[in-house]
């Protein structure tokens, strides 16, 4: 137990009640009444107080709970909230008389490494569990990115019949894009420690935000059931299963044991996040990058660099439609997931380091294994041919048309690294899913989460590759119209990252009273106003959406954007201009509000004699 605590002395309570009253005479930015304070409240011990819940304290004296606000010059952060009555709290206090922390039993054991489940809650990683290097960022994405996923876009460039020159622009436009926008969100997660979605808020408000939150949360929701139904079709195809409805006959009996064993492994990895889905992050990626390399070695001699250069070139509207496929694969698919997996990375890492790596994983890597599969797919002849097979629901035939034109190893080789992938796709999906949910307001444990996400989205899987003729059409159609509101919301958020010097503050992240307001009216409607202008300029023929591309239609060339899909482009880039040409004001004097009080914060740490 602790020590007794002395009572402050008479002329010491005096002094102390002074500077306090002196400190809170000046106006403060958040119009809350400044408290007086007498002498007899610093005569008595106040160690029973319990500043953690804030109970004994009003609305201000909470917001000067935070940590020290500094510049992104310096590259630290400013937002780790720490309960004071903490073990690692207690023991910086220094002796002051009156003073004593209340709890000094609390133990640190959730950020030791013998941890198993990663805890899930709203506040930012504790600065004991943030010793990730910005190297982690590499790692994170390679799993997705130095995959079979690139040679499969490459596949699929060759059978719409674009040419090798071609198809490299349009694969690297697309992976260097999905790599800024993902980076930068990773860049806000470093500085705050916080879910994507909920550094959002100071973007939109902290209310406000619900709306974009809760559309992204669901549609992320979808897209874990979307990857589930591209599993269950392709394993379909590879079983040869007639129908998903006989569960008695035998390939339909393997197809399902199989999808509920990659399933639960995903689910398990999701659950306990943290280290273990670093781990197997770095596993899949290292996997996939040793096949793409001894593919590479084995195929070297056959890719005839003058025949893939001669190639004939095809329309460019379908290198635009690739190029814009690539950004909403590896780009807008996972923005709204950049900062989940960065909120354990240092609060020194200096943020160009983290944008690098995250450029080379996610630009770099998968534009050299694209154009890789480009010249391979392009030298073999025996390989389907260009225009042939453009449909994506032939993609399983990849794999045969690898194994017949190589040898059999070369088509299981890719399987295998497939399913690896499709393994931590799920896994990630799954695990920013329930980040998603807790930034709306859902407190879901991921014990109990991350099974019933599990399950909707193999269920949803199931309806969706029995009920649906065109599955892959649908996916794909649908994965156009909610690309769009996806681009619109990335590209205020990323430029509001972009134009913020200072971290976030995170006490006002959760209050409608704080620095970001309740409702940020500009850049809620220009949201709207962006997506409506996206929808407006896309074509859909899915059940619906037949009224898209109504703004399309006003243009002259409408074969353009039926074919490229630029409408979700036009989106992104409408929404950029939104916080450059409105937020930046704002932004400043958020910045100032939140130095000013860190400075009369440190002014009353001196006064109490409490250390950093």
């Not at 002051?96 to 709203?122: C, K, Q």
């Not at 596949?155 to 894009?177: K, P, R």
């Not at 079983?239 to 689910?267: D, P, Q, R």
């Not at 993609?395 to 295998?416: H, I, K, Q, V």
Request: with cysteine.
């Amino acid at each position: 137990e602790p020590a007794p605590v002395e009572p402050v002395q008479a002329e010491d309570a005096a002094a102390v009640a002074a500077k306090l009253n002196e400190l809170y005479s000046s106006p403060t930015p958040q119009e809350v009444p400044a408290p007086v304070f007498a002498e007899s409240e610093f005569e008595v011990t106040v160690s029973n107080t319990d500043l953690s819940s804030g109970s004994d304290l009003d609305d201000f004296d909470r917001l000067l709970a935070a940590e020290t606000v500094v510049g992104a010059e310096d590259e630290l952060t400013a937002i780790e909230e720490e309960s004071v009555n903490s073990t690692a709290r207690a023991a910086s206090f220094a002796p002051v008389p009156g003073f004593a922390p209340s709890d000094a039993s609390r133990s640190d054991s959730f950020y030791e490494d013998s941890e198993v489940v990663e805890e899930v809650a709203l506040e930012s990683a504790p600065k004991e569990a943030r010793r990730s290097r910005s190297s982690s960022q590499f790692w994170a994405w390679l799993g997705i990115t130095g995959s079979v996923l690139p040679i499969a876009l490459a596949w699929y460039a060759n059978s719409l019949g674009i040419s090798f020159s071609q198809g490299v622009v349009a694969i690297a436009l697309g992976t260097f894009s999905s790599a800024i926008v993902v980076a930068v969100g990773a860049l806000a997660g470093k500085r705050s420690g916080l879910p994507t979605l909920m550094l959002s808020r100071a973007a939109f408000g902290v209310h406000a935000n619900a709306v974009v939150a809760t559309i992204l949360a669901l549609l992320r929701v979808l897209w874990t059931v979307a990857i589930f139904a591209v599993l269950v079709s392709v394993g379909s195809e590879f079983f040869k299963v007639e129908s998903l409805t006989n569960v008695t006959e035998t390939n339909t009996i393997y197809l399902g044991v199989g999808a509920i064993a990659i399933a639960g492994i995903a689910v398990t990895l999701a659950i306990l996040g943290g280290r273990v889905l670093y781990r197997a992050q770095q596993v899949a990626g290292i996997l996939g990058v040793a096949v793409v390399i001894t593919m590479v070695i084995a195929t070297a001699g056959l890719i005839s660099v003058n025949d893939l250069l001669a190639q004939p070139t095809s329309s460019w509207l379908n290198v635009f439609g690739l190029a814009v496929l690539t950004f909403s694969v590896f780009g807008l698919a996972w923005t709204s997931t950049g900062a989940d997996f960065a909120r354990k990375l240092s609060a020194n890492t200096r943020g160009a380091s983290v944008i690098g790596w995250g450029i080379l994983s996610l630009g770099l890597i998968p534009a050299i294994i694209g154009g890789y599969g480009l010249a391979l797919m392009g030298s073999l002849p025996r390989l389907a041919k260009p225009g042939e097979s453009a449909d994506l629901a032939a993609l399983p035939t990849m794999f045969e048309d690898l194994s017949n034109a190589l040898s059999p190893w070369a088509g299981y080789t890719l399987l295998g690294s497939a399913l690896i992938t499709i393994i931590v796709v799920l896994a990630m999906s799954l695990y920013s899913s329930n980040l998603g949910l807790h930034s709306i307001g859902a407190r879901t444990h991921p014990g109990y989460a991350q099974p019933i996400l599990g399950l909707i989205g193999l269920t949803g899987a199931f309806f969706a590759v029995v009920y649906i003729e065109d599955l892959w059409g649908t996916i794909a159609g649908y994965a156009m119209i909610a690309a769009v509101p996806v681009a619109a919301w990335s590209g205020i958020f990323i430029t509001d990252v972009l134009i913020r010097r200072i971290a976030y503050h995170e006490i006002s992240l959760s209050r409608g009273y704080g620095f970001y307001k309740s409702v940020n009216l500009v850049n809620i409607i220009g949201w709207a106003i962006s997506t409506a202008i996206g929808l407006g300029l896309i074509y859909s023929e899915q059940p619906g959406f037949a009224w898209t591309g109504y703004l399309a239609d006003l243009m002259i060339n409408t074969e353009f954007w039926a074919a490229s899909s630029f409408g979700i482009i036009i989106a992104f880039s409408v929404a950029c201009l939104l916080p450059v040409l409105f937020g930046i004001p704002r932004i400043k004097r958020q910045e100032s509000e939140v130095l000013a009080i860190e400075s009369r914060r440190d002014d009353l740490k001196d006064v109490l004699g409490l250390a950093d």
